[in-house]
C-alpha cells in the first residue's frame, strides 16, 4: 500500500502481542519491515526503543517507537483510519462500543494472559492445576462478553473481526501449545461452546491464517521458557 511511510516492527514471532499487531497492520494491509528480536538478549535497538518496558513489539513509524500492543493497534487504526479504499475499521465506530472493547481487551491482557503463561510458569503440578483453573475461568467470563458484545454474530466486532478479536484472538494458538504440552483442554466445546465456535471461525479468517504462527513455534519456545523458569516437567506432548 502506498503512502504509510516507513514502518518497522520489532517482534518475537510467538508473542501474542506481537501477533496482536502483526494482525492488525494485516487488515489495513500496510507493509512493513519485520525484525525478529531475542528477548533473552535483547538488542540496543529494542532496550533504545522502549527503554520503559524492554518489551516487543515496538511499532517505528518514521522511525518513531511505539511501544504497547493495545496502543499500538489503536494508533494504527487512527492513522490509516479509511485512508485507503476497503481498508477496515478495527475500533468499533460509535464511542460505547469502543469503551466496551476496550474495557475486554484491557481484561484480556490483565487476567488471560497472566493465567496460561502461569501454566508454563508452575513451579509445581498443584500451581500448574492452579494456573488452569484460573485461566479456564477467564475463558468462561469470555464466554459472557462474547455472548454480549457479538449480540448473536460471528465475532466479538460482529461480522467481521474488529479490535477484541485482534485482543482475545492473538493468544488462541498459545492455547493449543499448551493442550499438546500439557494435554490441558482449555477451549472446551462443551464449558465454553460460543468461544470454541468463534476459535475455529477466527482461525479461518485471512488476517489470522497469514499471521498467527503453528502451535509448534509456541511449544518449542514454551519448552524454552519452562527451562529458564526451572518448571514442573511437563506432560507427555499431546497431538
Ligand atoms: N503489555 C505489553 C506486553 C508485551 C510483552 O510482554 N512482551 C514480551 C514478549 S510476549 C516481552 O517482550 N518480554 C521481554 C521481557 O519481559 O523482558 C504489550 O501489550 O505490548
Request: aromatic letters at 8%; proline letters at 5%; charged letters at 25%.
Given at each position: 500500500?502506498?503512502?504509510?511511510?516507513?514502518l518497522?516492527?520489532?517482534?518475537l514471532?510467538?508473542s501474542?502481542?506481537?501477533?496482536?499487531?502483526?494482525?492488525a497492520?494485516?487488515m489495513?494491509?500496510?507493509?512493513?519491515?519485520?525484525?525478529?528480536?531475542?528477548?533473552?538478549?535483547?538488542?540496543?535497538?529494542?532496550?533504545?526503543?522502549?527503554?520503559?518496558?524492554?518489551?516487543?513489539?515496538?511499532?517505528?513509524?518514521?522511525?518513531?517507537?511505539?511501544?504497547?500492543?493495545?496502543?499500538?493497534v489503536?494508533?494504527?487504526?487512527?492513522?490509516?483510519?479509511?485512508?485507503?479504499?476497503?481498508?477496515?475499521?478495527?475500533?468499533?465506530?460509535?464511542p460505547?462500543?469502543?469503551?466496551?472493547?476496550?474495557?475486554?481487551?484491557?481484561?484480556?491482557?490483565?487476567k488471560?494472559?497472566?493465567?496460561?503463561?502461569?501454566?508454563?510458569?508452575?513451579?509445581?503440578?498443584?500451581?500448574?492445576?492452579?494456573?488452569?483453573?484460573?485461566?479456564?475461568a477467564v475463558?468462561?467470563?469470555?464466554?459472557?462478553?462474547?455472548?454480549?458484545?457479538?449480540?448473536?454474530?460471528?465475532?466479538?466486532?460482529?461480522?467481521?473481526i474488529?479490535?477484541l478479536?485482534?485482543?482475545?484472538?492473538?493468544?488462541?494458538?498459545?492455547?493449543?501449545?499448551?493442550?499438546?504440552?500439557f494435554?490441558?483442554?482449555?477451549?472446551?466445546?462443551?464449558?465454553?461452546?460460543?468461544?470454541?465456535?468463534?476459535?475455529?471461525?477466527?482461525?479461518?479468517?485471512?488476517?489470522a491464517?497469514?499471521?498467527?504462527?503453528?502451535?509448534?513455534?509456541?511449544?518449542?519456545?514454551?519448552?524454552?521458557?519452562?527451562a529458564r523458569?526451572g518448571?514442573?516437567?511437563?506432560?507427555?506432548?499431546?497431538?
Amino acid at each position: 500500500m502506498a503512502g504509510e511511510g516507513d514502518l518497522k516492527l520489532l517482534g518475537l514471532l510467538v508473542s501474542p502481542f506481537v501477533v496482536r499487531v502483526r494482525m492488525a497492520l494485516q487488515m489495513k494491509g500496510l507493509s512493513y519491515d519485520y525484525i525478529e528480536q531475542d528477548v533473552f538478549d535483547k538488542s540496543e535497538l529494542l532496550l533504545a526503543s522502549n527503554p520503559v518496558h524492554k518489551k516487543v513489539p515496538v511499532l517505528l513509524h518514521n522511525g518513531v517507537p511505539l511501544c504497547e500492543s493495545q496502543i499500538i493497534v489503536q494508533y494504527i487504526d487512527e492513522v490509516w483510519a479509511a485512508a485507503e479504499e476497503g481498508s477496515p475499521t478495527i475500533l468499533p465506530a460509535e464511542p460505547h462500543d469502543r469503551a466496551v472493547a476496550r474495557f475486554w481487551a484491557a481484561y484480556v491482557d490483565d487476567k488471560l494472559f497472566p493465567a496460561w503463561i502461569g501454566i508454563i510458569k508452575a513451579a509445581t503440578e498443584e500451581a500448574r492445576a492452579e494456573k488452569t483453573s484460573e485461566t479456564l475461568a477467564v475463558l468462561a467470563q469470555l464466554e459472557v462478553a462474547l455472548a454480549e458484545c457479538s449480540k448473536g454474530k460471528a465475532f466479538f466486532a460482529g461480522d467481521a473481526i474488529g479490535y477484541l478479536d485482534l485482543a482475545v484472538g492473538c493468544n488462541m494458538f498459545w492455547l493449543e501449545a499448551l493442550r499438546r504440552l500439557f494435554g490441558v483442554e482449555l477451549l472446551d466445546t462443551g464449558k465454553t461452546p460460543l468461544l470454541a465456535a468463534w476459535a475455529e471461525r477466527f482461525a479461518e479468517t485471512e488476517t489470522a491464517t497469514k499471521v498467527v504462527p503453528d502451535a509448534d513455534s509456541a511449544v518449542e519456545f514454551a519448552r524454552k521458557l519452562a527451562a529458564r523458569f526451572g518448571s514442573a516437567s511437563p506432560a507427555p506432548v499431546a497431538n
